[in-house]
């Protein structure tokens, strides 16, 4: 049971540094017209707050998972997010600065209620009810997306293998949430090897699909 839940936490900490470098510009970009003085305290309560948020609202998802069915809604639509993650890294965010602390921090929040959805997502389907996953999760990795994007872009252009791991692991837990879907368990749960090769197709199809994908929008431009 330790072993399920620390891999669980693990699964956790990764899906919010993958999914958190977009979170990390967004800080920089909605503190960059403050002053030197004020810019750590707003980049501080603003994710302090966001992480308020984002706890809350994971907590609600988790709930809302137990409805039937929509567990397995759920992890189909993190396949596409997966996929999108290797697909389409060309976005481009347009966030505007704020002038003044609580400008800065408003930024902050609404920027990240509104990219946080996949994190959301992922992370529910994670805890698979574990409400303390969420939060030891959340705690954990905020501070090393913060902290630490820098270093994580910087690894991300040199390393690009590291975009794929991200999207197996988001592949993973999509797996997961399907295979966990209690109105499909007839399916899976008598079928243990069916079970393992449906997640590998989801992971090998997501990574497959994703990179062709991106290569041939890389080709047209």
């Known amino acids: 049971m330790e072993t399920d839940f620390f891999i669980s936490l693990l699964t956790i900490i990764g899906i919010d540094i993958i999914l958190g470098g977009d979170n990390a510009i967004v800080v920089a970009l909605a503190c960059r017209n403050l002053p030197k003085e004020i810019r750590n305290r707003a980049i501080v309560l603003g994710i302090g707050l966001a992480l308020i948020t984002r706890m809350s609202l994971t907590v609600v998802a988790v709930q809302l998972l137990e409805i039937p069915f929509l567990l397995a809604i759920s992890g189909s639509l993190l396949v596409y997010i997966a996929y999108s993650?290797?697909?389409?890294?060309?976005?481009?965010?347009?966030?505007?600065?704020?002038?003044?602390?609580?400008?800065?921090?408003?930024?902050?929040l609404i920027a990240d209620l509104v990219m946080g959805f996949d994190n959301v997502i992922a992370v529910a389907g994670a805890a698979h009810g574990d409400h303390l996953l969420v939060m030891i999760g959340l705690l954990v990795s905020v501070p090393i997306i913060?902290?630490?994007?820098k270093l994580i872009l910087t690894v991300f252009d040199r390393f690009p293998i590291i975009v794929y791991l991200g999207a197996g692991i988001l592949a993973y837990t999509a797996s997961r949430m399907i295979t966990h879907e209690e109105m499909l368990s007839p399916l899976f749960s008598q079928h243990p090897l069916f079970t393992f090769a449906f997640k590998i197709v989801i992971i090998i199809g997501v990574i497959l699909t994703g990179a062709l994908r991106m290569k041939y929008t890389k080709v047209i431009k």
């Open 85 to 108: 993650l290797l697909s389409d890294q060309t976005n481009n965010r347009d966030i505007e600065g704020g002038t003044n602390l609580w400008s800065a921090i408003k930024s902050i």
């Open 146 to 149: 913060i902290w630490g994007s």
